[in-house]
């Protein structure tokens, strides 16, 4: 059974910053791409970033990039989300998301998703 576990969500102050964790078990980690996309209320979800196996390739949202950034630990089979600079705006609920390939999870086509981790940012 694949699971995907998000954490370290919470409540922040805009220009704060919070690192999302998101545990994987029950596949070969490290030969799926992983992803990150956020739901706001009422909005649809959006892409977020996504890295690829081997961390040889990563992409973002263009709004995002210079602020957040997506690692991999093939060791601990965890992917990251580093947010920094964050903003009002970036409230919403992150979900991680895998894929065999980098395009499925950057066409929101991925395998398997987390519950989802609430980021709240307040001005």
């Known amino acids: 059974q694949v699971m995907l576990v998000e954490s370290g969500g919470g409540m922040v102050q805009a220009g704060g910053s919070l690192r999302l964790s998101c545990a994987v078990s029950?596949?070969?980690?490290?030969?799926?791409?992983m992803g990150w996309f956020r739901q706001a209320p009422g909005k649809e979800r959006e892409f977020v970033a996504v890295?690829?196996?081997?961390?040889?390739?990563?992409n973002y949202a263009d709004s995002l990039k210079g602020r957040f950034t997506i690692s991999r630990d093939d060791a601990r089979n965890t992917v990251y989300l580093q947010m920094n600079s964050l903003k009002p705006e970036d409230t919403a609920v992150y979900y991680c998301?895998?894929?065999?390939?980098?395009?499925?999870?950057?066409?929101?086509?991925?395998?398997?998703w987390g519950q989802g981790t609430q980021v709240t940012v307040s001005s």
């Open positions: 890295i690829g196996w081997g961390s040889r390739n990563s």
């Open positions: 998301t895998t894929a065999q390939t980098f395009r499925a999870i950057l066409t929101g086509q991925g395998d398997y």
């Open positions: 029950g596949l070969t980690f490290s030969s799926y791409a």
